[in-house]
């Protein structure tokens, strides 16, 4: 019984944290820039793409086996730099002030783009970089084995979430990025780069979800396609926690992630409908999220 | 800008214009036998089966126009007639690939269709086909629901159903001996893994009434994340998993487990094992259980046809076949025979939907996987003899099949009228091994 | 408006359809089909306009494009109903029933928030469908040959007579739509999108302006999942999935608010790029439907209907002359 309760945590856990990495740059980015990015999902894709590509040529180079994270971070770095000028400064810039609405249609645009970029460059075979999995070796629980990479991926979890939230908080750059997402204009008034800060945001969520990507990469085919069920997890978080609140993520993430974990041990037939059921329930009760981030109505 | 504006609509006008000539005056290639052919090109199955079947389909087509297939293939493509192959890519859905389909027969004319991996694809199409009077040949899914719950004129499935996978698998494990007391299956969810858990778990429970189901798990198909069940199945500690996952999933799966030790703690049973083979190589593992629906890739029998076939695999691809070629060539050489069966009974023209379909009932071939006789549905779905194994690590340290126990189409196979899941429930009677 | 402008539209829009039905005759059969399945999908994005011009844009239209689906499907394979026409009927007002029901829950928010809840629900709608075996759960099921009036017609008509039915059906729901779009009602949506609390300081309520649309949004987007439905012969939860609503989201947006007509066309369009793509253009289908968005946003921001306007302004002018 104990063993249960600890598995179901434990998976819990570990699909939560997975989900958090994945949701923090999408709700972080529509704090920030009031976008709501559905292209988040296809630069998760690139993330994974990217790390499938660099690491085996890491490996090829005959680097030590220890700093093949250092290239999963570099791949994700990579993915950030190429797409946020691209993106934001290219495209998105546009279109800041007009309809919130219109932001997300391009976004959508941009996602198809996208996903025929991934065809066109890593064509249509999946690709496999398993390797990363095993340097962390393994871990046992009594008669459960889990994968030591698994468990570092709540470490990750809990680091991005933290520095993210510090950074916020408790330094002076953070301090104008709350102003901004209080109110821009104001905050453009008192001397701020408001520009600036847009693509940095921007930047910092990009690089999130490719990171999300990357670290997701040794654990599944990289194949076409894996952005598509991306868009909508991450989209269930932030309905649940509320959009540009970071503790909500925080929350969204572990009520799916136990849920889920619960349903595939206790009752199967439920696993898939889980986490429509929790968006669905948190919609009729309190549909802007748990933690909502304020806004001001202007006549 | 009303630049913009006008190109707009200029440009949307010509090209309708042009789209409908275009469409409407594709050749219609009377010489040749046209066919279309749909695998899957993308996604999760594209590398370890579409692609692979379309290497093989591709391959033997070439070979076929040449002439150069031995007897009784060696005429030139069909009956004379040279093929030209249209290769569509299945994933998308059902129905887009009933929108597929029907560009196929209506706006590029060909003369058949041949193929369908998905069941999801199978269960969608043959309606469609015989509506629009089109000769269809699946030549992979594994329902056996297709000719089960419908009759169709059309259409015709030239391999044996997953049924045989399933119940073959159930009975090489209690002749082997393997304690089957608890058993736990992970399967996708949709026909195919219900299906083919449904014959599984029932088979067993045929055989071996004390056994008890500790865990059925139906994750999304193509879902590729995988670590929660397997905790699952590690906690039932069920004495077998039983498992139809294929392609990427499979792959996934076999990648997330085997770390965990899910393969050392329990004995694990794939019904289609074997395509992932190529891929996965080496890091395939050790002692489990395996179909390759049907006698193919390291399972396949030592015949002077799949001797041929496996080395002209083999030298054009440079990796083993492994059941995705083994299908779609089976399905051509049906096709072919059908052909030309039709042809000798008109006086050498070119047969029509008709006259194939007539030729196709009822009809048996060599392939380079055994004997394949259209026995059931009327005449429309074919069986086969069937054969499982387990992996092992050979002493050149490369995974190899052993332990291969042969089976007789008719001994996993229901009989004709019979649906699959109720002759396992009457306990297969009429079984002849 | 004048009554000669109700006049005008009445009647060019007759011989509209009947100029279309007429070329049906003419060309190829796939070309018919592919028409009744953008006349299915120019239904839906008709659906999301009238949402738009109350400034609200639905990403979630799958849901009643779904229900519509399942609804001509069950009715054809459970209770034997064939007849296209009373399908697409039944379809268009049980989805707009339930539409009603929904949207007070939904009318109550706007932007950002709007477009999630419908895309929530449609995925929730989603997730329920691929459950329910009964219903053949992610498989779908397949849809039984349509009759007409009794009729079943034979092979080679079997498009065309659906293609028919589909554009008298649609014209008469058109030329009502384009009615309702000058009528009080309608060009108070077009306030609201301006600016809700100056309409509700003048007397009118927006909630109430909002739900007529979204009904009328679902029984739209209902009609067309029917259609498509028995266009295809197969339905299956895919119907209700993101990617389905996104696509007709892209209709409307390349058509614009602004005219009828120029939904059907972007939705011919989609269809076009669709039909061909899996032949001759796999990898690159999505990229250019992508750009082709980006591009109608920033230079065409009122979509192809601005372009139409006015062409038909200036006839209509011509006539009233």
């Given at each position: 019984m104990v063993d249960e309760i600890l598995t179901i945590f434990l998976d819990g856990a570990i699909y939560a944290s997975w989900l958090f990495i994945v949701a923090l740059g999408l709700t972080f980015v529509f704090g920030v820039l009031k976008i709501l990015?559905?292209?988040?999902?296809?630069?998760?894709?690139?993330?994974?793409?990217?790390?499938?590509?660099?690491?085996?040529?890491?490996?090829?180079?005959?680097?030590?086996?220890?700093?093949?994270?250092i290239a999963m971070l570099f791949s994700a770095l990579a993915v950030a730099i190429v797409i946020t000028p691209i993106m934001e400064r290219g495209i998105l810039r546009r279109f800041y002030g007009q309809d919130?609405?219109?932001?997300?249609?391009?976004?959508?645009?941009?996602?198809?783009?996208?996903?025929?970029?991934?065809?066109?460059?890593?064509?249509?075979?999946?690709?496999?970089?398993?390797?990363?999995?095993?340097?962390?070796?393994?871990?046992?629980?009594?008669?459960?084995?889990?994968?030591?990479?698994?468990?570092?991926?709540?470490?990750?979890?809990?680091?991005?979430?933290?520095?993210?939230?510090?950074?916020?908080?408790?330094?002076?750059?953070?301090?104008?990025?709350?102003?901004?997402?209080?109110?821009?204009?104001?905050?453009?008034?008192?001397?701020?780069?408001?520009n600036r800060v847009y693509l940095s945001a921007f930047f910092i969520g990009a690089f999130l979800a490719a990171l999300a990507g990357s670290f997701t990469a040794p654990l599944i085919s990289v194949q076409v396609g894996i952005s598509v069920a991306v868009v909508i997890e991450s989209f269930a978080v932030v309905i649940i926690g509320g959009l540009g609140s970071i503790p909500g993520a925080v929350i969204g993430a572990l009520i799916i992630g136990m849920a889920r974990a619960a349903c595939v041990h206790k009752l199967p037939e439920a696993e898939i409908f889980i986490m429509y059921f929790c968006m669905a329930g948190m919609l009729i009760f309190k549909p802007k999220g748990l933690f909502e981030g304020s806004q001001a109505r202007k006549i | 800008m009303n630049i913009f504006r006008q190109c707009l609509i200029l440009i949307s006008s010509v090209l309708i214009s042009l789209l409908s000539v275009v469409g409407s005056v594709n050749a219609d290639n009377h010489k040749g036998f046209k066919l279309g052919v749909v695998?899957?090109?993308?996604?999760?199955?594209?590398?370890?089966?579409?692609?692979?079947?379309?290497?093989?389909?591709?391959?033997?087509?070439?070979?076929?126009?040449?002439?150069?297939?031995?007897?009784?293939?060696?005429?030139?493509?069909?009956?004379?007639?040279?093929?030209?192959?249209?290769?569509?890519?299945?994933?998308?859905?059902?129905?887009?690939q009933v929108q597929e389909f029907r560009n196929l027969v209506?706006?590029?004319?060909?003369?058949?269709?041949?193929?369908?991996?998905?069941?999801?694809?199978?269960?969608?199409?043959?309606?469609?086909?015989?509506?629009?009077?089109?000769?269809?040949?699946?030549?992979?899914?594994?329902?056996?629901?297709?000719?089960?719950?419908?009759?169709?004129?059309?259409?015709f499935r030239t391999a044996a159903h997953a049924a045989m996978d399933n119940i073959a698998i159930a009975k090489y494990l209690i002749e082997k001996g393997h304690d089957i007391s608890s058993i736990a299956g992970i399967n996708q969810n949709y026909a195919w893994g219900k299906d083919s858990w449904k014959d599984f778990s029932v088979s067993i429970k045929k055989l071996s009434p004390s056994s008890e189901v500790k865990n059925e798990l139906f994750p999304k198909i193509f879902s590729g994340q995988y670590g929660t069940e397997i905790s699952a199945l590690m906690n039932s500690k069920a004495k077998v998993v039983h498992s139809s996952l294929w392609g990427g999933d499979l792959q996934s799966f076999i990648l997330q487990a085997k770390p965990r030790g899910l393969f050392k703690r329990t004995q694990v049973v794939f019904s289609a094992g074997d395509h992932v083979m190529p891929g996965l190589g080496n890091k395939y593992p050790e002692g489990v259980i395996l179909g390759a629906r049907g006698q193919?890739?390291?399972?396949?029998?030592?015949?002077?046809?799949?001797?041929?076939?496996?080395?002209?695999y083999m030298d054009e691809y440079g990796v083993f076949p492994a059941q995705p070629p083994y299908r779609m060539v089976q399905g051509l050489m049906g096709l072919k025979m059908a052909v030309e069966k039709a042809m000798e009974k008109n006086g050498g023209k070119k047969p029509n939907k008709d006259q194939i379909a007539t030729a196709f009932t009822g009809l048996e071939w060599e392939a380079p996987g055994g004997l394949v006789q259209m026995k059931l549905g009327n005449g429309h779905q074919a069986i086969q003899p069937h054969a499982i194994g387990k992996t092992v690590k050979g002493s050149d340290g490369n995974i190899t099949v052993t332990d291969i126990v042969r089976y007789k189409a008719s001994c996993v196979n229901p009989p004709n009228g019979i649906k699959a899941v109720d002759w396992i429930n009457a306990g297969f009677p009429g079984a002849d091994c | 408006m004048s009554q000669k402008f109700y006049t005008n539209i009445f009647f060019q829009s007759i011989l509209l359809m009947i100029l279309l039905i007429v070329v049906g005759?003419?060309?190829?059969?796939?070309?018919?089909?592919?028409?009744?399945?953008?006349?299915?999908?120019?239904?839906?994005?008709?659906?999301?306009?009238?949402?738009?011009?109350?400034?609200?844009?639905?990403?979630?239209?799958?849901?009643?494009?779904?229900?519509?689906?399942?609804?001509?499907?069950?009715?054809?394979?459970?209770?034997?109903?064939?007849?296209?026409?009373?399908?697409?009927?039944?379809?268009?007002?049980?989805?707009?029933?339930?539409?009603?029901?929904?949207?007070p829950l939904l009318a109550r928010y706007r932007d950002i928030f709007f477009a999630m809840l419908s895309l929530a629900f449609s995925m929730v709608l989603y997730g329920i469908l691929i459950k329910i075996d009964a219903i053949g759960g992610s498989d779908g099921f397949v849809l039984p040959e349509s009759t007409y009036f009794g009729i079943e017609p034979l092979a080679e008509y079997a498009d065309y007579s659906l293609?028919?039915?589909?554009i008298i059906m649609t014209g008469i729901i058109s030329i009502a739509l384009r009615y309702y779009y000058n009528s009080t009602p309608g060009l108070i949506a077009l306030a609201v999108r301006e600016n809700e609390l100056r309409v509700e300081y003048l007397g009118s309520s927006a909630f109430n302006v909002t739900v007529l649309n979204f009904t009328i949004a679902a029984g739209l987007g209902g009609m067309g999942g029917a259609l498509n439905g028995i266009a295809l012969g197969h339905i299956d939860?895919?119907?209700?999935?993101?990617?389905?609503?996104?696509?007709?989201?892209?209709?409307?947006?390349?058509?614009?608010?602004?005219?009828?007509?120029a939904v059907f066309l972007a939705a011919l369009l989609l269809e076009l790029v669709r039909s061909f793509s899996g032949r001759y253009f796999p990898d690159t289908w999505q990229l250019i439907l992508g750009v082709f968005l980006i591009l109608s946003i920033i230079f065409l921001p009122s979509g192809i209907g601005s372009f139409f306007k006015k062409f038909f302004d200036k006839i209509n002018k011509n006539i009233n002359k």
């Open positions: 990015n559905i292209a988040h999902g296809g630069i998760y894709a690139l993330g994974a793409y990217s790390t499938a590509t660099l690491v085996p040529l890491f490996y090829l180079l005959g680097m030590p086996e220890q700093f093949v994270i919130e609405v219109l932001i997300v249609l391009v976004t959508y645009a941009i996602y198809l783009v996208l996903e025929d970029v991934q065809k066109l460059i890593w064509g249509m075979n999946s690709l496999y970089v398993s390797e990363p999995r095993e340097i962390l070796g393994a871990l046992e629980l009594g008669d459960l084995y889990y994968v030591g990479y698994d468990l570092a991926l709540i470490g990750l979890a809990v680091f991005c979430g933290l520095a993210l939230w510090l950074a916020l908080n408790k330094t002076k750059s953070g301090k104008i990025v709350l102003a901004v997402i209080h109110n821009p204009e104001i905050s453009g008034c008192m001397g701020v780069n408001v | 695998t899957f090109l993308s996604g999760p199955a594209a590398e370890p089966f579409g692609v692979p079947a379309w290497n093989g389909g591709k391959l033997f087509i070439e070979l076929l126009n040449a002439g150069k297939a031995p007897a009784p293939y060696d005429k030139v493509g069909f009956g004379g007639m040279k093929i030209t192959a249209i290769p569509i890519d299945e994933s998308g859905g059902a129905t887009k209506q706006r590029d004319k060909v003369d058949a269709v041949l193929g369908y991996v998905s069941s999801g694809d199978c269960m969608a199409i043959p309606s469609v086909a015989d509506e629009l009077k089109a000769l269809t040949v699946l030549y992979d899914c594994g329902t056996p629901r297709v000719f089960e719950d419908a009759s169709y004129k059309y259409v193919y890739g390291m399972m396949a029998p030592d015949t002077p046809l799949n001797k041929w076939f496996y080395k002209a | 005759i003419f060309i190829p059969n796939w070309l018919v089909f592919v028409m009744t399945k953008a006349i299915a999908y120019g239904l839906v994005g008709l659906g999301i306009i009238t949402l738009m011009r109350g400034g609200l844009v639905s990403f979630g239209q799958g849901l009643v494009f779904g229900i519509g689906g399942y609804t001509a499907g069950l009715l054809g394979t459970q209770a034997g109903l064939t007849d296209a026409i009373l399908l697409l009927f039944i379809s268009f007002v049980f989805t707009g029933f339930l539409g009603l029901i929904i949207a293609y028919v039915v589909s939860p895919e119907f209700t999935y993101w990617t389905t609503s996104g696509e007709f989201v892209f209709i409307s947006i390349l058509a614009g608010y602004l005219s009828v007509p």
